[in-house]
């Protein structure tokens, strides 16, 4: 028997199963994926600095090494009907990163190798089918019919987790009937000059909102779709539409496109009723991309995940995991409100917003920032 099974590999999986393995506890790692498949997309494209911290205290290097391959931006700048209403460029970092921003594919990448060094057993291409949980453990049955015993489960298996409906818990929430269109543009941003760039109302994209975000290896385009939109046609034709958006690169190279709409979606509870099931990461809540919060928080859960099993304290675990889940959804929910703009008296706050930015800088700050949700200074994501 192990001490932690982690179903799912993850960010938030492979994260799980180094913070078990460096608390002593056994750990196996099952994942449904064969091996050296390699996801599509950028993902994730933002790594908090909490999250570096976290992993930092499983291994200085990981963080190191997370850090080095990201690329730190420095300039934020929100413009308004093409007019810019804030700008503002940080000096470079003298300590610790920020934050870091490269692929989530990257980064799990980094995980496992890690996992593999740290000898953690991963078995792969055989998802968990069936979990019988017990007051003493839990079994696991695999699709090809293998058994695993263990103590504790991390159910990290993502927003379909199979682990999370065999133990009867439910994602309680909304989604968003506005889509978003998602592009990753391959290039190389220069850190020294790269910016993200929030557009309201972009003229060249018909006054639909958009967000430019480098990382490592590429540029994020975000666009905010209307009602009527064919957001999977925007997805399909993107190389038609993007090199407006992107005029500092050519040529335009599409690696990959998607369509997404905003998550705010909680399970009612974070684990089976025996607290041997410990939810995390989308297993237990789905955010939206913007805000940064969706692989962040499934990363703290992780790290809390495995303090929680070592300490024998799942209900800390699953009462304070929740509370933070809900308090992302509210900060999520906020933004959605922001970017929606569905009463005439935000749209009129907004307006008045940009046209006083240019003499009043704490217009352009909010402009800047409300998109994101309110900062979260209580919980650390
Ligand atoms: C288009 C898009 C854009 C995004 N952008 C951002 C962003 O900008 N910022 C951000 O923070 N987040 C973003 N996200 C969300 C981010 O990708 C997720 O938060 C993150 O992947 C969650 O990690 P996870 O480990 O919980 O789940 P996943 O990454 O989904 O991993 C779950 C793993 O479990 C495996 N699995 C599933 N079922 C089983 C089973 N039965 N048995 C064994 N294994 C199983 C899966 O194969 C998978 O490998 C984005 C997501 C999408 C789709």
Redesign the pocket.
Known sequence: MSAVAV?????????AALAAHAHGLETVL????PRLRT?P??????VHRATLDHLAAIDPALSAEITALGLVWRTRSTLWAGRQVHRRTYPAPSGAAPFTSLP?TLV?DILLRACDAAGIRSLWG????TVTCRPDGVTLR??EGAVHEASHVIA????????REQCGITLEGTASATEFV?VDVDASPDPATAARVFHYRHPRAGGRNVLL?PFHGGW?V?VQCRRGDDARQWAATAEQWVPALLPEVSPVTIGWS???RFQQRVADRFTDAHGRVLL?????H?????????????IS??VAAARAVRDGDTDRYASERRAAAQANVRAAGAALDHLLARRRGQRLRQWAAAAAAPLWPSAGRWLDAAPYGPRMRAVRY
């Open positions: 179903v799912g590999a993850g960010p938030v999986g492979l994260t099952l994942e449904a994926r996801r997309g950028s993902r994730a494209i933002f989530q799990e055989d998802g968990v089918r695999t699709g990290a298996d993502g927003a379909r987790s199979t682990v998602v975000v994020r975000d998607s369509v997404y995390a990461g989308e297993a237990a789905l955010l939206p991309p913007f805000g940064a919060r969706g692989m962040n928080s499934g859960d992780a």
